[in-house]
């Protein structure tokens, strides 16, 4: 199976997906938008535009047996490629972005793919469209627990202090640092807050081990992906009830889903009166990578397994 996947920018989680689709032996080709994105800098239509023949040069080879494109601004250049069946993954900040145009597109997409995926139950109930829930899955041999005296001198925290890690950039306004300090501040608890930018991703276990807890203030998530990563390393999680959050946790010690800044106080309060570890690792289901893997397989059989003719663009059935 030879399947073409187009991106507008890699991130963690795809690059795990592909790497567990060639371990099932599915040759994975990706063909990105041209250009540099960042948040203050983002793509010009013209980009776009010559997007569009570099997809086109690669289907006409034949080569492909279908194409799978990756978040909603590419789901035009998925559907208007003529010659293969199509699959279509969302990601959460396209379904559910504050951009009206952003959310119709990506509802479009999801109603004319021949099959679209979600990952999360917050991002199922967006949709009232056929479409699969698959989880994004978590690399449980890099997330892990691991002392946290051994991860502190790794990341150069104080080895006595108290430590709450909020896992975002704090300019990113979604995310809510402002009500994380207020929350830090109003907990009966000597804790300092801590944020992470730039951090290479395989150092992320270190810093999330040298954390006594995980604070989530965030105002809207279709995950988040560090809640399921934390929960690998038997780190507590503090969280607003957002995307998949309160599924995630609702039976791992430890944890707290909050909806006010006094709960997320006293959540901090309680985890800080523990052993700070939680024990998500044997609770939390779905966390590795190969249950995806196998998921995403299956998908694209059932697209391919259609008898020559039959309708595409239809869905293959709402599948959790």
């Known amino acids: ?33 041209p250009g540099e994105y960042s948040a203050d800098s983002p793509r010009t239509p013209l980009e776009y535009l010559r997007f569009y023949p570099r997809v086109l040069e690669h289907v006409l080879s034949n080569e492909y047996d279908l194409v799978h494109g990756h978040y909603g601004l590419v789901a035009p250049f998925v559907l208007a490629q003529p010659t293969r069946p199509t699959v279509l993954s969302l990601w959460g900040t396209d379904l559910m972005s504050d951009m009206d145009w952003l959310r119709r597109i990506s509802r479009y997409g999801a109603r004319f793919a021949d099959a679209t995926v979600v990952p ?15 989880p994004f899955g978590v690399d449980t041999t890099r997330f892990r627990p691991i002392p946290r005296a051994e991860a502190r001198e790794r990341v150069g925290w104080d080895p006595d202090a108290r430590i709450a890690l909020f896992p975002y950039d704090r300019s990113r306004s979604v995310k809510d640092f402002p009500r994380a300090e207020r929350v830090v501040d109003r907990a009966d608890a000597d804790l300092e807050l801590r944020t992470i930018d730039d951090v290479p991703y395989e150092e992320m276990p270190y810093y999330m081990n040298a954390s006594d807890v995980l604070l989530v203030t965030s105002r809207r998530e279709s995950g988040p992906m ?39 106080a006293a959540g901090l309060e309680r985890v800080l009166e523990g052993d700070r570890r939680s024990n998500g690792r044997e609770v939390v289901d779905g966390l590795g990578l190969e249950a995806m893997g196998d998921r995403l397989v299956g998908v694209y059989r059932r697209v391919l397994d259609r008898p020559s003719g039959a309708a595409h663009r239809t869905g293959v059935g709402h599948e959790v």
């Open 120 to 134: 999360s139950p917050a991002m199922s109930r967006e949709l009232d469209v056929d479409h699969v829930e698959i």
């Open 226 to 264: 560090v809640v399921k990563e934390a929960a690998a390393c038997n780190v507590p999680i503090v969280s607003t009830d957002v995307g998949f959050v309160r599924e995630t946790i609702a039976t791992v010690d430890d944890c707290v889903v909050g909806t006010s800044d006094d709960d997320l």
């Open 1 to 33: 199976m030879h399947v073409l996947h187009l991106i507008t920018s890699t991130r963690s989680f795809f690059e795990q997906q592909i790497a567990v689709l060639e371990d099932r032996g599915v040759d994975c080709t990706i063909v990105g938008v």
